[in-house]
């Protein structure tokens, strides 16, 4: 049987800072575009259209781009590579990597298109002259997922469906939470087991069990690099580095103190402030599911590790998988993407997905763990996307921290209860899409709204 179904593999992305949908999905794009033509390109126009061009230079877009075309991946990306994070990079050029050298012209249209508010338009030429492809349309949906022009007039036309790339046969389908719950109640699994029994469909055990052992490997590394690293990070707004003086702090403070009460929760803000400063410094991190809410899920798992019993590579497997179904029915149904329905997309995705995997680690039934995932998503309805200089820093980062606080309590308060609820996750995802189409775009990354306009800060801050 087929369904609409995203797979973990594909929803937990190892790629850079600091947006998925920004920077990931831009570089994605550009080599999808490069993979197709017939020769490889001597020049390319890269056009950024709606959100992609609203705050796509904070986002490093422009970048992301550019090094796409040239054969970097996502994977392959550091923060050393030219041209660097944070500095200017001229509308005309020429750009080099693993792929070849490309002559390349850069313009920003911050009106977006009818299909999507993450557009990229490349048009490319031969040496003498001669165009190898014109007006080729991409879409970054959200996630670092990308669509081409094909696969959204598909999307467009058969509402619901992610990408045609996305039906997969697997032995347990599900397109909402309703099914999903069904699914477990016919056969007496778990949610991570359903959706290892999918997974396992598509990708085999080995392959599903290495990849989810990455992500949590990557993750927790980059927790430490962020807490053991100091400094202001790049863009202009002169953000500070806060992670390594809090981790110091709470080290001290833990050692001294045999009372511990809520220190628990200081320490999941100080692994989300880790996270996401070394996502806004474009380093490595792991889609969960955005970039811009990268630290949500770790700060979480991070949190289990430490404050709960018995959190071993099987139970984080168990997390993943379990936050990954959440993750799936949340895309289909409604976006994972803050420039189409705001940061209740990204950061309120995220912490329904980390209350999920949290309370399946915690022994909670599959319906206990519907009813944690319907709590967190409910009280981040209506976030918007504001981020202040177009740069994913403020209000960002602190908003991961306390997503990942709101993430622990849902999953506490579902277990306390018996997984009946008048509101359902599918009516909340329902509620969620509805509430992102009717959202204003100055409130959906564009940085024309909210504390973005209310600072008073232009969106294309010049690195100080």
Known sequence: MSANFVSVVDLFSIGIGPSSSHTVGPMRAAMAFTDKLAAYPAKVQVELRGSLAATGIGHGTDRAALLGLVGYTPTTTSADIEPKPGVPIPASGIVSGPGGTVEYELKFDP?????HPNCLIFDAWDAEGNVLAEREDYYSVGGGFILDRWEMEEHRRESGVASAREIRFVPYPFDNAADLMQRCEE???TI???MRANEESIHGREMLDAHLDAVWDVMQEC???????EGILPGGLRVKRRANRLHRLLTAEYEASTARGLDAMEWVNLYALAVNEENAAHGQVVTAPTNGAAGIIPSVMHYCRDFTDDFTAERAREFLLTAGAIGSIIKTNASISGAEVGCQGEVGSASSMAAAGMCAVLNGTPQQVEN???IALEHNLGLTCD????LVQVP?????????????NAARLAKLGDGSNIVTLDDVVETMAATGRDMMTQYKETSMGGLA???GLPVNITEC
């Open 453 to 455: 306009v209310q600072l």
């Open 372 to 374: 944690a995932a319907e």
């Open 387 to 390: 981020p202040v200089g177009g």
């Open 192 to 194: 991570a087991e359903i």
């Open 396 to 408: 960002c980062i602190e908003r991961n921290a306390i997503g990942g606080v709101k993430a622990i």
């Open 187 to 189: 056969t007496g699994m």
């Open 111 to 115: 009106a977006p298109v009818a299909e």
């Open 223 to 229: 927790v430490a690099h962020g807490m053991k690293t």
